[in-house]
């Protein structure tokens, strides 16, 4: 939220209000598990981990497979 809004200082006022956002929406379980900041933390841990294997496959099918890469000597 930017800060020059009017209702940034407001602790009451719930993003969750202000517009739909799926990513919310996503995580709204978790937040019925535990609501708090560590909620977040562990998620971002997670789906920063779960982003290793796509990036993987990824990269080791544009660059031909190990020993492959720009930075391998010929």
């Known amino acids: ?9 407001d602790p009451d006022f719930s993003v969750l209000g202000d517009h739909w956002s ?6 709204a379980p978790f937040y019925w ?3 708090g900041p560590e909620t977040l933390l562990a998620l971002q841990g997670v789906l ?3 982003a290793i294997p796509p990036l ?12 492959q890469g720009p930075w391998t000597p010929r």
């Open 56 to 67: 993987w496959l990824l990269s080791r099918r544009r660059l031909g497979g190990p020993g």
């Open 48 to 50: 920063l981990a779960a």
């Open 33 to 35: 598990l535990h609501d």
């Open 1 to 9: 939220m930017c800060r020059s809004s009017p209702r940034w200082p």
């Open 22 to 27: 799926p990513i919310l929406a996503s995580l």
